[in-house]
């Protein structure tokens, strides 16, 4: 079983930038497509990015533009950079496997707020 360990969050200001990373214990396969998920105080856990092994993306359209993920998998991490973050991305951010997660890590607190 593979751990997730997420990293990097903190307070910003609106329109600031946080990198966040994802370190998994085990090797991420050539069929892990990773993505990256957040969960607001009150609602629902939801996908934010992801990406194949092979480096394409896809990203829920709030964050289009804004968010950029990408992939070491010689360092089995992930890393999604946020830029012009908004009080409405404050969440706590969670990365997995998608299709076939492993157990959820403890994600990284983002809050936005001036």
């Known amino acids: 079983q593979v751990q997730l360990a997420e990293s990097g969050g903190g307070l910003v200001q609106p329109g600031g930038s946080l990198r966040l990373s994802c370190a998994a214990s085990?090797?991420?396969?050539?069929?892990?497509?990773m993505g990256w998920y957040r969960q607001a105080p009150g609602k629902q856990r939801e996908w934010v990015a992801i990406i194949t092994s092979t480096g394409n993306t896809n990203y829920k359209d709030s964050v289009k533009g804004r968010f950029t993920i990408s992939r070491d998998n010689a360092k089995n991490t992930v890393y999604p950079q946020m830029n012009n973050l908004r009080p409405e991305d404050t969440a706590i951010y969670y990365c997995?496997?998608?299709?076939?997660?492993?157990?959820w890590g403890q994600g990284t607190q983002v809050t936005v707020s001036s």
């Open positions: 997995n496997r998608i299709g076939r997660p492993w157990d």
């Open positions: 085990g090797r991420l396969g050539s069929g892990d497509v």
